[in-house]
């Protein structure tokens, strides 16, 4: 019969980053509780057994939404609805309040935070295709100082990112063009699921109407999020009418998952027509930004 109680642990409620850290490196087997998403159904079925849960919720600073030398720093307990409603977020970077939108339902969104899902890594959430395509930076702090990871680095491989056992995501930063159209897609077998694969695309044009700038995510496809710079690459000086021959000739390079949610070969065919789809998206908003 298996076991929908935590073990014992002792609970902490720090009030800064230098105090969780403080208690990261001195308590025994600790673990971050941020909205508690996923990490209550991890505790409740005992695969984790933390002897110390430090809850990260209490400390101001980590919840900040500002911008700052061009770039937008999201601090890491902003939730999936402030990020979704922030009028900052939205009228920089529409892309990621877009992707914000469809994480599960509300009652994860109240509560789950931009901060935990980067360091769980789904394969498949929402974020991971957005950070991917605008080159994201994670702050992350520890005993030894803050590190920026950009997130081609952060992000290795399912549920495994570059975070140290006594680091705390501290905060994502994004720079972005905002005269740039975007276009967000999930894939789901249900509403309010996990993606089977969700695609980010953001395009920016020159005055004839031609790609200056393109860049491409792709999530659930692989472990890991991907940014397919030869794609991006191909597009630049083209229309709108080179997207379709250059998503079918791609070559994603990676080894897609198989599981119950699809097959590797069926997750490959949805990324190439929601990739198209969201270029062409990208590309149309762009073009009405012009206007
Ligand atoms: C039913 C359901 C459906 C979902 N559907 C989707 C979906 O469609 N799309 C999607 O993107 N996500 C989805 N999620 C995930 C959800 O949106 C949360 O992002 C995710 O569960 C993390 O939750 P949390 O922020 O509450 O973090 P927690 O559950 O508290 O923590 C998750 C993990 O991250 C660690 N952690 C948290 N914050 C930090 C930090 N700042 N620094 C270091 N480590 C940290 C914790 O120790 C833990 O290991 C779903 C979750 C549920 C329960």
Redesign the pocket.
Known sequence: MPSYTPVDFDYHSPTSIEETIELLSSKEEP????????????LKLRI?RPKNVID?GKIPS?RNVVEEEGELRIG??A??VTIASSPLIGSKCGLLSS?AK????V???N??????????A?P?????PVLAALDATIV?QGPRGTRKISSKDFFIDAYTTE?AKD????EVRIKYNKNMGYSFK?V?RRE????VVNVAAVVSLDEDGRIREAKVGVGGLSGKPIKIRELEETLVGKTAEAIESAVSSLDFKVRPISDVRATGDFRVYLARIYLKRALKEAYANARGAMV
């Open positions: 673990v971050i509780l941020a909205g508690g998403q996923s990490l209550m159904t991890l984790l990260i980590l890491a307990t939730t999936h992707s469809t994480v599960a339902d009652q994860v969104r509560r789950g935070t931009i901060g935990g899902s980067v360091s769980l789904d498949s959430a929402n974020y991971l992350v975070l680091e705390v995501v501290k999930k789901v309010q699921e996990y993606a």
